[in-house]
């Protein structure tokens, strides 16, 4: 029976993974120093060894120490060692991103800013909104937005292009809207912002004959308001094609609520037709705190297609309505 019994013992020995010199894989049977745990990541090629230590920490990083080993670190705003100007850092609690390159973030919801160094700042102040510049102080800061410069002798800078998002299929792009924000009343409350210049994407069918509004622009009550219309026609019967190029500058006062307005043409149209005549009257009408400027073309074809091209600028407290 005792025979029996380390016959077993022996073959179960051979046939350990410690027998004979087999190595440990060590990512399966932790060791244990000092009482903490100890294991190893492995890739393909490289087994990397985690040092035993205290358990991570709320806010540190698993940093590679050497081509074999790895340790549990808190980051520091001013690492050390090759590529520490590389190195970002990160405290988490305080929602902060460093480097010593320059590079910063900080704040939460709609106080986020990222700091681009000497450079300048791109902050968040608002849902869907990118802002140059840090957050709103009581002395802001003049930015500039600017395509790169060309360096050496004779070299032009780059073009600068500004363009709304591209849409699909008969969708066509969204608008363009320059803004700015006439003063108001004494005091710390934020200035409302106004359309100052706007390009419609999408071309305003016309009905012929019949004044069609194009644009609409709220004037509010105690305010007035005045602008130009720019506006490019096109007629066709899919052979022949006309066009004609206008401007109409107009005003606005609203008295209680009870709208008075102008409208004129400036200068002559331009027209070109390679068949018959095209020609459009401007109009102005009102609505509820709001003027509509609107187009009446005339065209000699049997039309496939009337519709007009829309630009502008504005002058008010108000904002368009593209139609």
Known sequence: MVARRLLLAAALLLASPFALGQQQDVGTYPLDQ?????????????????SAASAPSNGQV????????AAWQ?????????????????WTGVNTLSSDAG?????????????????????????????????????????VLQSQAGTGPDVKGANLTIRPGPGTGTGGSGNLTLQTAPAGTTGGTA??????????????TLTESSATPIMEYSVAQGTVAGGNLFYTVRADDATNFQSLRGEARWSAVNKGGVLTTSIALVGADTVATSSGTLACAA????????????????????????????????????????K
């Open 74 to 90: 808190t980051p520091t705003v001013s690492p050390t060692g090759t590529g520490a100007a590389n190195r970002l850092s990160l």
């Open 191 to 204: 200035n409302v912002p106004a359309d100052r210049m706007f390009i419609a994407a999408k071309n305003v």
């Open 62 to 69: 698993l940093t590679a120490t050497s081509s074999t080993a």
């Open 103 to 143: 590079l910063t973030y900080t704040g939460t919801g709609t106080a986020l800013e990222l700091g681009l160094g000497a450079g300048g700042k791109l902050t968040s102040p608002a849902s869907a909104t990118l802002q140059l510049g840090a957050l709103a102080s009581a002395t802001p800061t003049a930015q």
């Open 34 to 50: 000092n009482g903490v745990a100890a294991s190893a990541l492995k890739s393909a090629t490289t087994t990397v060894i985690v």
């Open 283 to 322: 109009s102005i009408t009102t609505g509820t705190n709001a003027v509509l400027v609107n187009l009446n073309c005339v065209s000699s074809l049997t039309q496939t297609n009337l519709f007009a091209y829309v630009s502008g600028l504005v002058a008010g407290t108000g904002t368009v309505t593209y």
